[in-house]
């Protein structure tokens, strides 16, 4: 097995001991599953054309389908899934997303925010019905405090704050629908640019040794752990919240090479997601077109 148990961390949560370095295709992480994107690169409901990010909800994987330029729900272990936002062709609403880079759910019924890139919004959809737009001018990018450039990701820290990464601004503005006021909170170059809007405001600070490049960060309130997607190294690696820096453990992937489609490789993962119990971690595998999921449990 390639994990082994050094401390206790609550009543059932084991701290893994850390592999360094996460180097090279002679580490492998953990099996995963498929729950979206079955039969590949595709058009239709059982297939995928570069996913992006992925969203959770108890029974619901919620996959942002970037390329095919719509938001998929799948029920697992269903194969096939179906369309929450957009229609698979990209163009402006009320019909069509262009782009979608990420996407929060706000409740029941596939209430969802979606962040479109090539659009420069943030619209809202319920049922692959369109809302509103809920930041942005559909179509015409800026710089100002109202408008977007190429946005590539969202956070909801709580029902009215919302974290937008405006990626071609380089910047992250918070807008509170309550006040309708937005705060531009960051701007410093291109640091941030392609930092995942989750991994800037969430509560999970990075102290990871040799990531080379984050695409994702996500976690629970239950293990005491949190995952770093590091895409360009095609893996994923666990760490201890509020732990001491470290080279974290590697959980999914290989860790440097994207070998051979297999449910125990990645291929430039991006976004990730876990259950509100801790049993579930979600990636974005983009470049195989698919997303994996893997059990935690078998971490314990």
């Not at 206790?8 to 994107?37: D, E, F």
């Not at 596939?110 to 809920?134: M, P």
């Not at 876990?274 to 935690?296: I, K």
Request: aromatic share 8%.
């Amino acid at each position: 097995m390639l994990f082994s148990s050094s401390s206790t961390i609550g009543s059932t949560q084991t701290l893994l001991t850390p592999i360094i370095p996460c180097a090279g295709a002679a580490l492998t992480g953990l099996q995963g599953t498929t729950v979206g994107g079955f039969s590949g690169q595709g058009e239709g409901p059982d297939t995928l054309d570069a996913p992006v990010n992925v969203a959770l909800t108890a029974a619901l994987v919620y996959i942002v389908d970037t390329d095919n330029h719509r938001v998929m729900m799948y029920t697992p272990p269903a194969r096939t899934g179906v369309i929450v936002a957009g229609n698979g062709n990209a163009g402006v609403e009320p019909a069509a997303i262009n782009t979608p880079y990420d996407a929060v759910i706000l409740s029941a019924n596939s209430h969802i925010l979606v962040c479109e890139k090539n659009n420069s919004i943030i619209s809202e959809w319920i049922n692959d019905a369109y809302v509103q737009t809920v930041f942005g001018q559909s179509g015409n990018s800026g710089n100002t405090i109202a408008l977007l450039n190429n946005p590539q990701g969202l956070y909801l820290k709580d029902p009215d704050q919302l974290y937008i990464l405006d990626s071609g601004n380089s910047r992250v503005l918070l807008f509170d629908s309550t006040t309708n006021v937005t705060t531009e909170l960051i701007s410093d170059g291109h640091q941030i640019k392609m930092w995942p809007a989750s991994t800037l405001y969430s509560a999970y600070t990075v102290v990871g040794i040799g990531l080379t490049d984050i695409k994702g960060i996500c976690g629970d309130q239950i293990s005491g752990f949190y995952y770093v997607v590091d895409g360009s190294a095609n893996c994923v690696k666990r760490f201890v919240v509020d732990g001491p820096e470290s080279y974290g453990t590697l959980l999914a992937g290989q860790c440097g090479s994207a070998g051979a489609k297999t449910d125990f490789t990645l291929n430039n993962p991006n976004g990730c997601a876990v259950t509100a119990d801790g049993g579930l971690l979600n990636v974005a595998d983009t470049g195989n077109s698919r997303v994996q999921q893997y059990d935690l449990t078998l971490c314990n």
